[in-house]
């Protein structure tokens, strides 16, 4: 089955230590989103690549960085993590920026001790 | 500004009971329109859409949702709910004013007892 995959399921890194969460689709889709979710809150985007274009959120922390080295993985990296960052990071696809509905992979949660 | 409304932070029905779970929306153009549910510890999944067309709409484990412009509203129905129905529930709305976003509603927990 097409999908969306995200790996790990479970991250934990220490305050400031660099970590690295991933993301893969089958699905060809030209745009993939990260979004951040905290406890019973909404899913918040902090950026989005349409193919190889980058677009970050005005109000996405410089902490936070990614990459798509190609149109099936993207890299989303968080250079010094603070206390404040740990939660559940979602990932998703779709066809395109005009087609709005989104694939989700099951997320990665961050722990930051 | 666009925006999603879900009223309702949490709501409890019993097994077997309906649900209607509430969404209202700001949007300067015609909107598009999703419900995604959320089980603990796992990503989003579509449960339905409505780009255009007939108003009530039909998703997946029998939910259905109903566009009234006039209202703004873009309810969530079930006829009867299933204790695996528990989870959290996201009205979004979509378009390409302000850029291509789709913004999530603040979700609705719900719960289903016996």
């Known amino acids: 089955d097409a999908m969306v995959i995200q790996n790990p399921r479970y991250q934990v890194t220490q305050f400031g230590k660099p970590v690295t969460l991933s993301c893969s689709q089958t699905?060809?889709?030209?745009?993939m989103y990260w979004y951040q979710q905290k406890s019973s809150q909404a899913p918040k985007l902090l950026f989005h690549y349409y193919d190889k274009d980058f677009n970050n959120e005005a109000d996405t922390p410089d902490n936070f960085q990614s990459r798509r080295p190609n149109t099936s993985f993207c890299f989303l990296d968080i250079r010094s993590p603070g206390l404040g960052d740990a939660a559940m990071y979602l990932c998703a696809t779709s066809r395109s920026r005009a087609s709005y509905e989104q694939y989700f992979g099951p997320g990665t949660r961050l722990t930051v001790t | 500004a666009q925006s999603v409304t879900q009223p309702d932070i949490h709501i409890t029905v019993s097994e077997g009971a309906s649900l209607e779970l509430r969404c209202n929306y700001s949007y300067g153009a015609t909107p598009y329109l999703f419900w995604y549910v959320q089980s603990p510890g796992q990503g989003l999944q579509l449960l339905l859409k409505?780009?255009?067309?007939?108003?009530l709409v039909q998703g997946i484990k029998g939910f259905e949702a109903e566009f009234k412009r006039s209202q703004s509203s873009f309810n969530l129905r079930k006829p009867s709910v299933h204790w695996s129905d528990a989870a959290e529930y996201f009205c979004?709305?979509?378009?390409?004013?302000?850029?291509?976003?789709?913004?999530f509603g603040a979700g609705t927990r719900l719960f289903v007892k016996a």
């Open positions: 979004a709305v979509g378009g390409n004013t302000g850029g291509f976003k789709t913004i």
């Open positions: 409505y780009f255009s067309g007939d108003t």
């Open positions: 699905l060809n889709h030209n745009v």
